[in-house]
């Protein structure tokens, strides 16, 4: 249970996936063609816990070469992603300056770090941080209001070897 105001005296470090179910259980890679259906990859404490998230990374693992213009190895997506902010009361509010349909579009953001790491028989990894301390504060969830850190997928990401999404911070 949170201490007044929110922090535990005795903090629990965050290393969590964004998963299909949000408590990191459940399907993580974000492999699969969810341009017919939207898929959410999402990080929600349970309703007694808040969480301090003060990095999302994004992972790319793909095994053509990769280039500015293309998403992972592939093609530049037609819808892209999103990353948002929700809670029970508000509407969703994203946490990007546009939507991320190119592997360039990550260092538009602004957000943080971007690391191409070429590995040995063609297999090429994209590792994105978006630091939340960019907005000036670390994002608070607190799991009493429903607030919740959410990856929106609305293109086919089948091409790809490996794709998470992983929060840091502590609760």
């Given at each position: 249970m949170p201490e007044p105001g929110g922090v535990r005296s005795d903090p629990i470090i965050v290393h969590q996936f964004l998963t299909v179910d949000g408590d990191g259980t459940g399907i993580s890679n974000a492999i699969g063609d969810y341009?017919?259906?939207?898929e959410i990859f999402y990080?929600?404490?349970?309703?007694?816990e808040v969480m301090v998230i003060h990095e999302i990374l994004l992972h790319i693992v793909?095994?053509?070469?990769?280039?500015?213009?293309?998403y992972g190895g592939m093609s530049a997506l037609t819808d892209g992603l999103d990353v948002?902010?929700?809670n029970?009361?508000?509407?969703r509010l994203s946490m990007l300056p546009g939507l991320i349909?190119?592997?360039?579009?990550?260092?538009?953001?602004?957000?943080?770090?971007?690391n191409l790491v070429n590995f040995t028989g063609g297999i090429?990894?994209?590792?994105?941080s978006f630091k939340t301390v960019n907005f000036g504060a670390p994002i608070?969830?607190?799991?009493?209001?429903?607030?919740?850190?959410?990856?929106?997928?609305n293109d086919s990401f089948v091409g790809l070897v490996d794709h998470h999404f992983i929060a840091h911070g502590f609760k």
């Open positions: 341009s017919s259906v939207e990080i929600q404490p349970a309703i007694d793909d095994s053509g070469a990769i280039a500015a213009t293309g948002l902010i929700t029970a009361n508000s509407p349909k190119e592997n360039v579009d990550f260092m538009h953001c602004g957000l943080g770090a971007f090429d990894s994209i590792i994105a608070i969830l607190d799991g009493s209001q429903e607030h919740k850190i959410e990856v929106v997928l």
